[in-house]
């Protein structure tokens, strides 16, 4: 069994900056490719930003440069730094990859997510 646990999340001023963190653990091999999504009240998920085992990452339009996604392939840990938040940037933070489990088996996991909330 492979979980992925958020932190970071919280309140924060229009402006300010905020870093999140999605651990991987469990029975895992690899993982593939690792996605933030986000869900703010009222509407549908989201998709943020995607970070490949290689390193290679894209973004929402909406991100215009803000935040910046990494990963630590030996940790298992992925992160998102977002900096000039804006009000509009409040929601439940989702990570979401794609584990190649020690039984070599493909399976797309979720975390539970964390709140993160932009005051104006």
């Known amino acids: 069994q492979v979980q992925l646990v958020e932190s970071g999340g919280g309140l924060v001023q229009a402006g300010g900056s905020l870093r999140l963190s999605c651990a991987a653990s469990g029975s895992i091999f690899s993982i593939n490719d690792m996605h933030w999504y986000r869900q703010a009240p009222g509407k549908q998920r989201e998709w943020v930003a995607r970070i490949t085992s290689t390193a290679i990452a894209n973004y929402a339009d909406f991100v215009e440069g803000r935040f910046t996604v990494s990963r630590d392939n030996v940790k298992n840990t992925m992160w998102l730094q977002m900096n000039s938040l804006k009000p509009e940037d409040t929601a439940v933070y989702y990570c979401?990859?794609?584990?190649?489990?020690?039984?070599?088996?493909?399976?797309?996991?979720w975390g539970q997510g964390t709140q993160v909330t932009v005051s104006s």
């Open positions: 979401n990859a794609g584990v190649v489990s020690t039984a070599r088996s493909l399976v797309d996991y």
